[in-house]
């Protein structure tokens, strides 16, 4: 059973970054593609960015590119989510999930398919 730990969530100003890390327990994220959602109060959950098994490819959302950057670490045993000149329409809660496939170099934005999901870490940017 693939567990995913959250980690980096906090309160920052507009214009200020922040770093979100998601690391397994008790197994590797090497046959994972792995994505990051976030849901904002009274909101559904949406996609915010995925990364391909071999961390080949990236995808992102229209309203992050240029802002948020996915990566994966050298291990690929954890992957970040870089935020960087955060807005406060970007305050919610993000998660982690991921997703076993065999085909290493695609992404996936749908949340239906990603099979494990971590707790979430709440990202509050104020004005």
């Known amino acids: 059973q693939v567990q995913l730990i959250e980690s980096g969530g906090g309160l920052v100003q507009a214009g200020e970054s922040l770093r979100l890390s998601c690391a397994p327990s008790?197994?590797?994220?090497?046959?994972?593609?792995m994505g990051w959602f976030r849901q904002a109060p009274g909101k559904e959950r949406e996609f915010v960015s995925a990364i391909s098994q071999n961390g080949g490819n990236t995808g992102y959302r229209d309203s992050v590119k240029g802002r948020f950057t996915i990566s994966r670490g050298n291990a690929k045993n954890t992957v970040y989510l870089q935020m960087n000149s955060l807005k406060p329409e970007d305050t919610a809660v993000y998660y982690c999930?991921?997703?076993?496939?065999?085909?290493?170099?695609?992404?996936?934005?749908?949340?239906?398919?990603?099979?494990?999901w971590g707790q979430g870490t709440q990202v509050t940017v104020s004005s």
């Open positions: 008790g197994s590797t994220f090497n046959s994972f593609a």
């Open positions: 999930a991921a997703l076993l496939t065999f085909y290493v170099g695609r992404y996936y934005q749908n949340a239906d398919e990603y099979e494990y």
